[in-house]
């Protein structure tokens, strides 16, 4: 049984004005930290302050999570932007939620980029080095919570930014270590236990296991549950449990060392 520390994250905030996406504060009462939609693919001012109130208030951290300005696609459709609009863009949103975290007495501890954003950041490595280029030139001691396996993992190390590993309990991997494209079949993982047992055999294998059965080794810091799913806060109570079972200590992705 190991007595290693790992985070359990979640994105959260992500409704917008007075339409709700998921359970938020059910989530807060399991997870460590939480990915913070800033405006661009969810979420707006008064979700985002509510967000991150409720999230000090559990003592869960806080992230900022970025994304390419598209709140009719969700944030899942790539665009085309230069280095400095992407930069500036991530700017922007990550400045936002730190205002909204400075009003309620806390700060934004880490930053990570969502939906295409995220998963173009992960083979470009163009994109992946203004990501980092951007969180950098914030606070060097922001922490980038990045897929395992992935170019933004590889640029924020060369950059010497801090960089958490992270891998995803509700979707299946492909055999180069990246997400399965949710228009495939088998992309998301929707069973709760099916979760669970996803997350521990990555665990138990230290690897990414992809949906063929390969194995990709990788330190693994953080596992996310995606808060817009109908069983998230199912999942996410299992996954704790069972983290917990296997002699894991939970605790906030700035804890983690």
Not at 46 to 63: H, L, N, P
Not at 163 to 191: C, I, K, N, W
Request: aromatic share 6%.
């Amino acid at each position: 049984m190991t007595t290693s520390f790992i985070n359990l994250n979640a994105d959260l905030g992500e409704g917008f004005g007075a339409w709700q996406m998921g359970d938020d504060g059910a989530l807060l009462e399991i997870i460590n930290s939480a990915n913070v939609a800033c405006g661009f693919h969810a979420g707006d001012p008064a979700i985002m302050r509510d967000t991150v109130r409720q999230a000090f208030a559990q003592g869960v951290s806080v992230g900022a999570h970025p994304s390419f300005p598209d709140l009719q696609g969700f944030g899942r459709r790539a665009m085309q932007m230069s280095s400095k609009d992407l930069e500036a863009n991530i700017l922007y949103q990550v400045g936002a939620l730190q205002a909204m975290a400075a009003a309620e007495g806390g700060r934004v501890t880490h930053v990570k980029p969502h939906g295409a954003l995220n998963n173009i950041a992960c083979v470009d490595v163009a994109v992946a080095e203004s990501v980092v280029r951007a969180v950098q030139s914030l606070n060097q001691g922001l922490i980038l919570l990045a897929p395992a396996h992935s170019a933004l993992v590889r640029a924020a190390e060369a950059a010497g930014l801090p960089v958490r590993y992270e891998v995803f309990a509700d979707r299946a991997y492909l055999d180069d270590g990246q997400l399965m494209p949710r228009s495939r079949p088998g992309a998301v993982l929707h069973d709760a236990q099916d979760c669970v047992a996803h997350v521990l055999r990555m665990l138990r294998e230290k690897a990414i296991v992809t949906a063929t059965g390969g194995f990709l080794p990788t330190r693994i810091d953080s596992i996310c549950v995606h808060g817009d799913g109908p069983d998230a806060v199912h999942t996410a109570r299992l996954i704790r449990q069972a983290l917990a079972s296997e002699g894991y200590t939970l605790v906030p992705l700035d804890r983690l060392t």
